[in-house]
């Protein structure tokens, strides 16, 4: 359960209907086709997209950016879901970790590595640009801001507009993680909790 009414798709009004439209549509739909889809066994749409039906302005802007971040970026799909993952870790967003680490595997990313951000230990299986990457995302996360050495090296590593690109993801993921988190929208019951402590305060 979510502290949020469940919409599903005969319940919606004209506005609310046209972001299911849109949220259900496009790339976003093609990259969700193998994992199950983007309405859960109840008719509703899964992760924060059932919040953003009940605030259909803000919901549908926050649907375009994030179809946008993750779709649209200058990044390699690899590095984008990286900084997903990352993001998920530092808000412990249960949802989001689930989604997207299945997805970053996908993109190649070492499962090694992935598991070592979650457990906030030494990290195993990256490369420089990776270490550079988790570590200028954890340094936003944390202060809001990012030192002159590691921004250098991010923008040598991905461009000027890469780094715009990854400051955006995080700010955006972040978002997605307050909602699912504010809204205590889980991953699946049959997927165990990475972080027990934090459901457990929900």
Not at 124 to 141: A, H, K, M, P, Y
Not at 187 to 201: L, T
């Amino acid at each position: 359960m979510t502290r949020l009414p469940v919409l599903r798709h005969d319940q919606l009004d004209n506005a609310q209907r046209e972001v299911w439209e849109q949220i259900t549509g496009g790339r976003r739909a093609a990259a969700h086709s193998g994992t199950g889809g983007l309405v859960d066994a109840e008719g509703g749409l899964i992760g924060p997209f059932n919040a953003w039906l009940t605030s259909p302005t803000i919901g549908g802007a926050a649907a375009r950016l994030g179809e946008a971040a993750r779709f649209g970026s200058v990044l390699d799909r690899g590095v984008v879901e990286l900084v997903i993952v990352v993001v998920a870790v530092h808000w412990r967003a249960e949802f989001e970790f689930w989604a997207h680490r299945r997805y970053a595997l996908e993109a190649g990313v070492p499962a090694e590595l992935i598991d070592s951000i979650a457990s906030g230990g030494v990290l195993v299986g990256d490369t420089d640009s990776d270490r550079l990457l988790v570590e200028s995302c954890q340094e936003i996360l944390a202060t809001g801001r990012l030192g002159s050495d590691r921004y250098a090296g991010l923008a040598a590593a991905f461009g000027e507009p890469g780094v715009v690109d990854i400051v955006t993801i995080v700010g955006y993921y972040s978002l997605v993680s307050f909602n699912l988190n504010v809204f205590e929208i889980l991953a699946p019951p049959d997927v165990g909790p990475v972080w027990p402590e934090a459901s457990s305060k929900q």
